[in-house]
């Protein structure tokens, strides 16, 4: 079961630009049903193969993070769970990646636009970074959710208990979610495509990408369960760092400094090593490298890990 | 290389309760040189396998996390980088888990004291937590570091820039860990090894057991490195999720509010499908859930994930 041999389709151009539970859904579904839905990119198509980085200006951000849907899920409401299985993505020939001044970890640091242009292809398993730099790919939806309960407009940039812009990585083909139903229906909407991403996604983008992607919805009755929670079903891709990595550290009593200190020594390691000058490595970091919480106990300094699989970088 | 075949031994009496430079060195060695320590476990030998739950009370926290040391490193000083090969560590028999009054990420959830006892049986890739539950052993230094400049005696318990108790669970035999060095000779010490730890290390304390530990220094001068950093060269045992993991996350606003609310996730979930009490949840989170960072961008709330590797629970 996959794309092109679902049940339903959602077309592209039924899209919505924030979450809010009076948006009629686009689709009324059965509980166990499979659905095809066509994404736009993050950029809501604002950006195309021929922008550049003083486009990025222009960006409106009222537009951004499109979500095709909302379906709505017959047999569910509040205090359930709605499992969305991931069932397959077919990505697309182009993606993007950007330093949008004013967003990302290291947002002070980095004060430029950015843009860069990824060439996808098909059935590969790498895509190119620059000479001897190679993101292994593994498509997942970066915003995927449920209308949250409180009526009127969500905006879908931060996430929530009810899913939306989770922007994690593992979330891909095979990959179960389980989302906290905040409302009759569920009323479930995907977009924000991601080719490749590291767990933090640092610079604020990912290699974004419209895709194609299939899923399969089945109602879980009285969960109490708060947040989303999901499951994987082998190694791959959340454990892409089979011959190993180079992982660096920041050390201190705020986690989010030292997620920026661990990844402020991992730019500086990637000019070092891979002569990668700072805009590339923190869109690198972005695409490939993992954030983790090494201790969060040994008061008051905590331990955080940026970890760059050693097989991307071979010059 | 590596336990008896090291050209240089510190016995455990040779431990020290702070980081201070002017401990005076156990030992001075030079560039290359390989050293066995014998370390002690992180209570400082003031638990035994007879200790019940009710005796941490008495335990002295001036007297916990010793380190075995501190070695002179000829030829360094500050602004140098002190490389430290991680060769081989040798398990003794016996481990403990405890949640300690007012020390750990739930600690406000946890206020009894509680103690479990380990079987640790050498050679064996587990430890049994409980009927049908066996935790993955890959035993590291909890405590590995070297003396800060700033004179005077420093607590064991935070780790620095110049690492100390980093409780780093990737740190195991044929990684190699890179720490800034802040005094000549850098001076450093270890101890407070780990059988098992997920990353986080939630409930404050590992499979705490003392052991032996052979390792390799090597100098790298004028690297401008601020914080810790390491190598790992294979899958095992930082992926260890090789069939797969159950993922609890936490979304909001503050890091360490997302971390809690995904553990507090995973103990519901360990108490539903594996029917342990909390604070067998809590400890088992401790020894093996790994929390990384998956989203730190999507302006206000951020996405932490609390990682159970699906083999770990057969029941």
Same mark, same amino acid.
């Given at each position: 079961m996959g794309i092109g041999s679902c049940q339903h389709t959602i077309h592209r151009h039924q899209h919505h630009h924030s979450w809010d539970r009076d948006i009629p859904p686009a689709l009324v579904v059965a509980d166990g049903a499979t659905v095809e839905f066509e994404t736009t !990119?993050?950029? @809501? @198509?604002?950006?195309?193969?021929?922008?550049?980085?003083? !486009?990025l200006a222009g960006v409106d951000?009222?537009?951004?993070n499109p979500v095709s849907g909302p379906v709505?899920?017959?047999?569910t409401g509040p205090g359930d769970v709605l499992e969305v299985e991931i069932l397959e993505l077919a990505m697309t020939g182009w993606g993007w990646t950007a330093h949008f001044p004013g967003f990302g970890l290291l947002a002070d640091q980095f004060p430029e636009p950015w843009l860069k242009h990824w060439e996808l292809t098909p059935g590969s398993s790498t895509a190119p970074f620059a000479d001897g730099i190679d993101v292994p790919?593994?498509?997942f939806p970066g915003t995927i959710g449920l209308a949250p309960p409180t009526p009127g407009p969500h905006s879908t940039v931060p996430p929530r208990p009810w899913g939306g812009n989770l922007d994690t990585r593992h979330l891909t083909a095979g990959t179960k979610l389980y989302l906290p139903v905040g409302v009759e229906g569920a009323l479930f909407s995907v977009g924000d495509t991601h080719a490749a991403q590291g767990d933090g996604e640092v610079c604020g983008t990912a290699i974004e990408s419209?895709? @194609?992607i299939a899923l399969r919805f089945r109602v879980h009755r009285h969960w109490g369960?708060?947040?989303?929670a999901f499951e994987t079903f082998g190694a791959a891709p959340g454990d892409r760092a089979t011959s190993g990595s180079f992982v660096t550290t920041g050390v201190g009593p705020d986690l989010m400094v030292a997620a920026r200190d661990a990844i402020s020594g991992m730019i500086d390691h990637l000019g070092a090593t891979a002569r990668l000058d700072p805009p590339e490595a923190y869109a690198l970091c972005s695409v490939a490298v993992d954030l983790r919480i090494h201790e969060v106990v040994d008061q008051p300094n905590w331990v955080v890990g940026a970890w760059l699989p050693r097989g991307i970088v071979s010059r």
């Open positions: !990119d993050a950029s @809501g @198509g604002q950006l195309d193969p021929s922008s550049i980085a003083a !486009d951000f009222g537009r951004v709505f899920v017959e047999g790919v593994a498509p419209r895709m @194609g369960l708060r947040f989303p």
